[in-house]
């Protein structure tokens, strides 16, 4: 089932990224209407489909990346999209600004959560302080948050509640893009070769090729 990655003006860039680039098939975008969207570093995208016509049934998960819009009404729309996909048991997963419009739609007074620290979801004036963690990324049920400083282990969550790698390929994937690390390379690589790999291997990163050329 499609996974759908919502995007807005200011949409942070680098938020999103390792996620959609390693899910099989990749995601749908999901705009305030189907015209065009700007990120914070100027990258001009069509979504696929307009919010209206988003519908939980027809989604696996509902991924929020970081924006300046999120402070105030203009993404409103979203959180409240978030709460029909959380009611219907359909995942969501919020990164960075994300995390305080749902705290501010009320979503996180009962589930544990993260974000960039608790005084700034705080600021929303919502009820969950007493469930924050102190953690990179939390994962409560069908809810994802993550910190802004945090995309790789905000990915890990995201791919651990689809079931997209088995647990020790995951693994390799999180030690691999946050360590650079040769041994996990060798793991994840060789999992995507397989015949039953979900898509392409992986591009090796340059310092772990280095060490690997080394070893």
């Given at each position: 089932?499609?996974?759908?990655?919502?995007?807005?003006?200011?949409?942070?860039?680098?938020?999103?990224?390792?996620?959609?680039?390693?899910?099989?098939?990749?995601?749908?975008?999901?705009?305030?209407?189907?015209?065009?969207?700007?990120?914070?570093?100027?990258?001009?995208?069509?979504?696929?489909?307009?919010?209206?016509?988003?519908?939980?049934?027809d989604s696996a998960m509902l991924i929020l990346p970081g924006a300046d819009l999120w402070f105030g009404d203009a993404l409103a729309p979203f959180a409240r999209t978030a709460r029909a996909f959380l009611a219907a048991g359909v995942p969501v997963a919020a990164i960075c600004g994300a995390t305080y419009g749902l705290a501010a739609e009320g979503l996180l007074d009962d589930r544990d959560h993260t974000s960039a620290a608790p005084e700034y979801l705080a600021m929303s004036g919502y009820g969950g302080a007493a469930r924050y963690r102190d953690a990179d990324a939390v994962t409560d049920g069908d809810l994802i948050t993550a910190g802004p400083t945090a995309p790789i282990a905000f990915a890990r969550e995201v791919f651990a509640r689809l079931g997209t790698f088995p647990p020790?390929?995951?693994?390799?994937?999180?030690?691999?893009?946050?360590?650079?690390?040769?041994?996990a390379y060798a793991v994840f690589a060789a999992a995507q070769e397989a015949p039953h790999g979900g898509e392409e291997p992986a591009a090796q990163p340059p310092e772990a090729a280095e060490r690997a050329a080394r070893a």
């Open positions: 089932m499609t996974v759908h990655l919502a995007l807005y003006d200011t949409f942070a860039d680098y938020e999103y990224g390792h996620v959609a680039a390693h899910l099989p098939g990749g995601v749908t975008t999901v705009g305030p209407t189907r015209e065009p969207v700007t990120s914070k570093a100027g990258l001009r995208i069509t979504p696929d489909l307009a919010l209206a016509e988003l519908r939980p049934e020790e390929v995951l693994d390799a994937w999180y030690r691999l893009f946050r360590d650079a690390d040769p041994e």
